[in-house]
């Protein structure tokens, strides 16, 4: 009996980090959306490079 309560416990368990890493994966996809063309150009990549580069991504 105990295997089937502790069941559902470490199924919420996973269910709630799965979700965390994704809403970090979300935000880390937005946050590289809006800070690519000023982290390129930091870099020194000439701005028609960084228009390639973001025709490859």
């Not at 890493?21 to 020194?44: C, E, H, K, M, P």
């Amino acid at each position: 009996m105990q295997s089937s309560v502790s069941s559902p416990s470490l199924v919420h368990k996973a269910v709630i980090i799965g979700s965390l890493g994704y809403f970090v994966d979300l935000f880390d996809t937005q946050l590289f959306a809006v800070l690519r063309t000023a982290s390129l150009t930091d870099i020194g990549i000439p701005a028609d490079q960084q228009a390639i580069l973001a025709a490859i991504f």
